[in-house]
Nanobody
């Protein structure tokens, strides 16, 4: 059974940083996509960043509102995806979810990020 375990959320002041982690356990198979989404209260879930591998090259994509502030990375040996979040703003407050896609889509349980002074 595949499980995704997220960690790294919390409360941070505006301008601060957090690093989210999402580790997959179990027989997940060949992963072709890893991504982070977020969902704020009353809003739909939205894609924050994604990363896919082609050979030894990783290709990352970002939502416009996080470009230059967030960095997605992956450790294939550990089946783990990270999201480094810098220069955090109050509008980044949301529950953050990881998604890992192989033959199936798997989702993490979510980790809360709150940006407030």
């Amino acid at each position: 059974q595949v499980q995704l375990v997220e960690s790294g959320g919390g409360l941070v002041q505006p301008g601060g940083s957090l690093r989210l982690s999402c580790a997959a356990s179990g027989s997940i198979g060949s992963i072709y996509l890893m991504a982070w989404y977020r969902q704020a209260p009353g809003k739909e879930r939205e894609l924050v960043a994604s990363i896919r591998s082609s050979g030894r090259t990783n290709y990352a994509d970002y939502a416009d509102y996080v470009k230059g502030r967030f960095t997605i990375s992956r450790d294939n040996a550990k089946n783990t995806v990270y999201l480094q979040m810098n220069s955090l703003k109050p509008e980044d407050t949301a529950a953050y979810y990881c998604r890992i896609s192989s033959m199936y889509d798997y989702w993490g349980q979510g980790t809360q990020v709150t940006v407030s002074s």
